[in-house]
């Protein structure tokens, strides 16, 4: 079992950037594929981005490609989400996630492990 706390969160003018931290609790960290998601006010949790346990393989949103990327320390059992330009529709709570099964999946019924959220607010 992992427990997931997310930090990095505010409030950023329209191109600015953030950058999200997720720690996670325990020593086998590194058995996880780790995923970011996240959900606007009345809208459905989407995924973000997702690492490979070994960081050799990530996946992103077609919304964030270029803009967003995702990194993981498993010496500090964290994963990081490095967002640059952000939009005023980026504004969402952000979520960190952990599955223990290889491979990234976008879905996010494929991770067991949930963190509470920050909440990231990008003002136009």
């Known amino acids: 079992q992992v427990q997931l706390v997310e930090s990095g969160g505010g409030l950023v003018q329209a191109g600015g950037s953030l950058r999200l931290s997720c720690a996670a609790s325990g020593r086998t960290f590194s058995r996880y594929t780790m995923g970011w998601f996240r959900q606007a006010p009345g809208k459905e949790r989407e995924f973000v981005a997702g690492i490979s346990r070994s960081a050799g393989d990530t996946r992103y949103a077609d919304s964030v490609k270029g803009l967003f990327t995702i990194s993981r320390d498993n010496a500090k059992n964290t994963v990081y989400l490095q967002m640059n330009s952000l939009r005023p529709e980026d504004t969402a709570v952000y979520y960190c996630?952990?599955?223990?099964?290889?491979?990234?999946?976008?879905?996010?019924?494929?991770?067991?492990?949930w963190g509470q959220g920050t909440q990231v607010t990008v003002s136009s």
């Open positions: 996630a952990a599955r223990e099964p290889l491979g990234v999946l976008i879905n996010m019924n494929g991770y067991k492990y």
